[in-house]
């Protein structure tokens, strides 16, 4: 049992260019997100994911996409990196019932994405 | 709108000290969930506590003890007899219990440092 995968674990991009940050888990959790981590700001909300195909946008979301095709996989795409993008990136991903969304949420180990 | 206010931003204590973390926060929901995580200097990020809104009692878990009171609107987090291995930024987070758009919403986070 992995957990919460994420990789790369650093990334370096030039302004303009295109990634993808991949999430996997293997916990079949419904609910996955990304988060990114600015210092000073604490965490926040990109997009997320209450299950395969259903994806929406969080407090952040401009300047990147995401889908979820299958449970385990959430990738996070920029589109054209720019410095502003510069952050780390965390994956979450967690348990939900038909009552209550999630419980605690599990991340991943992060990202650590640089754009120059 | 949900938001998580944590004042302090860096606390300094020498080892074996008490020391209180503070969280304040708001939220429209009746029913929801307020969190604390744990990011040592490693990255990761670690859940410590999940608290609904409708269980006020306190809860102690070794060093750690959570005080969460509804008509504060504040879940604070205390550490007795502090150890250099606390050292750490930790973040309080609130997430409505249920509904299609829950997702977690942290505050900006308190950098520990114990002292030896």
């Known amino acids: 049992n992995a957990g919460v995968t994420q990789t790369p674990k650093f990334q370096v991009l030039k302004t303009g260019q295109s990634m993808t940050l991949q999430c996997a888990q293997d916990?079949?959790?419904?609910?996955m997100s990304w988060y990114r981590q600015d210092p000073g700001m604490g965490l926040r909300l990109i997009h997320y994911s209450v299950g395969a195909g259903i994806t929406d946008q969080g407090e952040v979301p401009n300047g990147y996409n995401v889908s979820r095709s299958t449970t385990e996989d959430f990738p996070l795409r920029l589109l054209s990196a720019a410095p502003s993008q510069t952050s780390v990136y965390f994956c979450a991903s967690s348990y939900s019932k038909a009552t209550v969304l999630f419980y605690e949420q599990y991340f991943g180990p992060g990202t650590r994405l640089t754009v120059t | 709108a949900q938001k998580v206010t944590q004042a302090q931003t860096e606390i300094s204590v020498v080892e074996k000290e008490d020391v209180t973390l503070d969280c304040v926060y708001e939220?429209?929901?009746?029913?929801?969930?307020l969190f604390w995580y744990k990011q040592p200097p490693s990255g990761e990020l670690v859940f410590l506590i999940r608290?609904?809104?409708?269980?006020?009692q306190n809860e102690i878990s070794g060093r750690y003890s959570w005080n969460f009171q509804k008509s504060t609107s504040s879940f604070n987090f205390t550490i007795t007899a502090s150890q250099v291995v606390d050292s750490a930024v930790y973040f309080c987070?609130?997430?409505?219990?249920?509904?299609?758009?829950?997702?977690?919403?942290f505050g900006k986070g308190i950098t520990l440092s114990v002292r030896p």
């Open positions: 916990m079949n959790h419904e609910y």
């Open positions: 939220t429209r929901d009746t029913t929801y969930y």
């Open positions: 987070a609130l997430s409505p219990l249920r509904g299609a758009n829950s997702k977690l919403t």
């Open positions: 608290r609904n809104s409708f269980d006020e």
